[in-house]
């Protein structure tokens, strides 16, 4: 389970690729993260956008 002295936040990412809504759990203070996509297994480089819970991503 999840260490509640550190709470995580969701980073909600569209794949490039196949288009597939990913989530990921990040740190709070995280602006970027590596994930893979949950359908088509690209990996992507996700960033923190606008938006705290839409993360932009990019094929990587
Ligand atoms: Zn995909």
Do not use: F, Y
């Not at 602006?31 to 094929?59: G, M, N």
């Amino acid at each position: 389970m999840w260490n509640t002295s550190r709470p995580a936040k969701t980073a909600e990412w569209l794949c490039t690729r196949c288009g597939v809504t990913n989530r990921r759990l990040v740190e709070p203070a995280a602006t970027t993260a590596k994930d893979r996509c949950v359908s088509c297994r690209q990996r992507h480089l996700i960033r923190i956008d606008d938006s705290p819970v839409r993360w932009q991503a990019e094929a990587a």
